[in-house]
């Protein structure tokens, strides 16, 4: 008697496809789900002098601004991204871990809005720095920091710094920026 192989089990099942990447499977399809519905504006979170400490759904817009996108452009350019990284980091940090890390992102990046920026942000950008600079992390070796995590540094961190500084326009470079510092202090910690 031959043992047969067992496929894995999925809630999602195309025969010859397999559901690799929950985590960012699932978020991109909400993010689509949600500029579908157009609910976008409503879960930008505000800007300084516009939250309000006494209303839920502002500290819930903390978290909900990653999933709405002013644009299908605006969508496509962040999915592409996430969709490009974030399965390669999901399999070497989890699942789990990798949500985690996200979500930590949107609120990091949802407060530093409140707190510096007076217009309101949406979008995933800041997760997308994140995973950006997080991926120079990935073949890392001990005592060394890696030559691609100064080179994203440079181009990517240090062209939104100098966009933030001289061009005024409807991206948010601070999202751009804090989303970066998030993911290089995820990929330092986990070197450790």
Do not use: C
Not at 33 to 56: I, Q, T, W
Not at 85 to 94: A, K, M, Q, T, V
Request: no cysteine.
């Amino acid at each position: 008697m031959t043992a047969k192989k067992v496929a894995p089990t999925s809630t999602f099942s195309i025969p010859g496809i397999h559901f690799n990447s929950p985590a960012i499977l699932g978020f991109s399809i909400a993010a689509i789900a949600v500029h579908l519905l157009s609910f976008d504006n409503a879960l930008a979170v505000p800007g300084r002098g516009s939250f309000h400490l006494d209303l839920v759904a502002d500290y819930f817009r903390l978290i909900s601004h990653v999933l709405g996108h002013g644009s299908w452009e605006h969508l496509f350019g962040n999915l592409t991204l996430l969709l490009l990284l974030g399965p390669i980091l999901e399999d070497r940090y989890g699942t789990m871990e990798l949500s985690l890390m996200m979500l930590a992102t949107a609120i990091i990046t949802g407060v530093a809005n409140v707190l510096l920026s007076p217009y309101h942000l949406l979008g995933a950008s800041g997760i997308v720095f994140m995973f950006i600079t997080l991926a120079s992390f990935v073949n890392i070796r001990n005592g060394t920091i890696p030559l691609t995590f100064i080179l994203i540094a440079i181009i990517f961190i240090g062209k939104e710094i100098h966009s933030a500084l001289s061009v005024k326009d409807n991206i948010s470079q601070l999202a751009h920026i804090v989303g970066g510092i998030v993911g290089a202090w995820i990929g330092f910690r986990g070197k450790q």
